[in-house]
């Protein structure tokens, strides 16, 4: 690139390339979301932002994970966890420790339970206004 670097046909196909990239994610977001939240974890998406200039050499660079991004989220969603994104790596942990810290568990068993291998959704209902409720999305009765 550098012996390159003043060929303006040459930049102009490279920034042409990158505007199309894209990373063509094959998998069934669905299943995955659901074999997480089956998993009994917890998971805490901290997504750790640049603040760097991203043009060099007259040429500009994009953050190329928005593709991922998504997916990452669901996954901790469906687990009941968090997603936070910062360029503060210490308040990102800082919110993850907390949200480990200060929780209930609750314990239910379903009605009519059948052992069918199907994936059951869970839903969570409260009173009051002032708790914020995260649980995992559901489970396979196995």
Same mark, same amino acid.
């Given at each position: ?16 390339? /990158? =505007?199309?990239?894209? #990373?063509?994610?094959?998998? *069934? +977001? ?8 089956? !998993? ?16 060099? /050499? =007259?040429?500009?660079? #994009?953050?190329?994970?928005? *593709? +991922? ?8 969603? !469906? ?64």
């Amino acid at each position: 690139m550098s012996t390159m670097q003043h060929d303006i046909n040459f930049l102009m196909n490279l920034q042409e390339f /990158n =505007d199309f990239y894209h #990373r063509n994610l094959r998998f *069934d +977001i669905e299943k995955v979301k659901q074999a997480f939240s089956d !998993s009994s974890i917890s998971i805490h998406f901290l997504y750790i932002t640049k603040i760097k200039d991203p043009t060099v /050499n =007259d040429m500009t660079s #994009r953050e190329a994970s928005e *593709d +991922i991004f998504s997916a990452f989220t669901e996954m901790a969603r !469906s687990t009941g966890g968090t997603t936070d994104s910062s360029a503060n790596p210490d308040y990102l942990f800082k919110k993850a420790v907390e949200a480990s810290e200060n929780y209930y568990l609750v314990y239910y068993s379903p009605k009519n339970y059948t052992s069918d291998g199907e994936f059951k959704t869970i839903k969570v209902k409260i009173k009051g206004k002032n708790y914020r409720v995260t649980h995992r999305a559901g489970y396979f009765s196995n």
